[in-house]
């Protein structure tokens, strides 16, 4: 008997089957995004079907999701991760929280559509990074909106993108063995230049854990770029305790890593200010306000000062003054906000660019 596995191959030519279409307008299950302008508010909307993008449905719900005629074929899965990241992102029509519900959904669907068809590791790896990015960006802009459970789950964000995180990274892993061979030398001139990047997210975003140092032993030499080995160092020396060298190698990030990384500062900045608080205890010294602001990446004096009160710390715009019974250690990291050090502006205006690489 043959062990060869007999994998379906999708047919679906479009982002949304037909079949899902007619049952979707039927059942008044359509997306603002996806309805015919105009018919939004109207009893029976109008499916527009070059906007209709498959949506996710779980196997245990009674629906057939191994109907080849229901399948996308990568070609096609990689035209809608395009559509949702570059077409949908931007929309201004539905709050940004809404826009993030519908595409991560959507890319939910497309990430079913490959487990089903097992299709290749190339192929995996073009789809998935950018899907790795937007999540990752996400978990940035969304928890610095404040946005309440009931909009976003900043939990359930960071279980999709540690989830394909590392399926990213497995598929990586299977290209080894051809990155020291002359075989596809285009592809893996593809991977060698791609990987470092998500490598080191996956360094930054598991700040100080054992296993994203384990990993990085076994990596081949052409991905241990500099890039690697700085988030290396951000890493050991979150361990450490160094915190005053972690910010300064924060600010060297690009800027979706860099964005990652700004999400550990109100952890870094509570063990800091605990830390200091102990160690330059006394009723007659005093730390200068501007070198702690300028050491903990704090956009304004104000910002620093407000952290300082929450934590029970006395200081002005000269000086904070340090005693180890004034730190309140029953205190949680600080609420995360808007990090001078990344740069909003830029990353939305180019958005597309970061997100599709």
Not at 107 to 115: G, P, T
Not at 257 to 269: D, E, G, I, K, W
Not at 279 to 290: D, G, Q
Not at 296 to 312: A, N, W
């Amino acid at each position: 008997m043959s062990n060869i596995t007999n994998y379906l191959q999708g047919k679906c030519k479009e982002m949304c089957p037909q079949e899902e279409i007619k049952m979707r307008e039927k059942e008044k299950l359509l997306h603002m995004l996806e309805m015919v302008p105009g018919t939004e508010k109207s009893k029976f909307p109008k499916a527009s079907k070059k906007h209709m993008v498959k949506a996710f449905c779980r196997s245990a719900a009674g629906k057939q999701i191994d109907k080849e005629n229901n399948l996308r074929p990568p070609k096609v899965l990689l035209k809608t991760v395009s559509y949702l990241l570059c077409d949908v992102i931007a929309t201004k029509k539905l709050p940004w929280h809404s826009v993030y519900d519908f595409i991560t959904d959507r890319l939910m669907a497309v990430r079913q559509d490959m487990v089903v068809q097992n299709i290749s590791k190339a192929e995996s790896i073009t789809i998935l990074q950018p899907i790795v990015r937007f999540h990752a960006y996400a978990a940035y802009k969304l928890v610095l909106c404040h946005e309440s459970v009931a909009n976003f789950d900043p939990t359930l964000n960071n279980s999709h993108l540690q989830e394909c995180l590392k399926r990213l990274l497995h598929f990586y892993d299977g290209c080894n063995n051809y990155l020291y061979t002359d075989i596809n030398p285009t592809c893996n001139d593809y991977i060698v230049e791609t990987r470092p990047e998500f490598e080191a997210l996956y360094i930054i975003f598991n700040l100080g854990n054992d296993e994203p140092l384990r990993r990085v032993l076994s990596i081949p030499d052409k991905c241990k770029t500099e890039l690697v080995k700085n988030a290396l160092k951000l890493s050991l020396c979150y361990r450490c305790g160094n915190f005053t060298r972690l910010c300064r190698l924060i600010k060297n990030l690009p800027p979706l890593l860099r964005a990652t990384a700004s999400l550990h500062l109100p952890q870094v900045r509570r063990k800091t200010l605990q830390i200091m608080s102990t160690a330059y205890h006394s009723k007659n010294l005093a730390f200068p306000t501007k070198v702690l602001k300028d050491i903990l990446l704090y956009g304004t004096t104000e910002e620093l000062l407000q952290d300082c009160k929450y934590y029970g710390i006395t200081g002005d715009k000269e000086c904070i003054y340090l005693t180890k019974q004034s730190f309140d250690v029953t205190k949680t990291a600080a609420a995360p906000r808007h990090e001078s050090l990344v740069n909003s502006k830029y990353m939305d205006e180019n958005l597309q660019s970061i997100i599709l690489g």
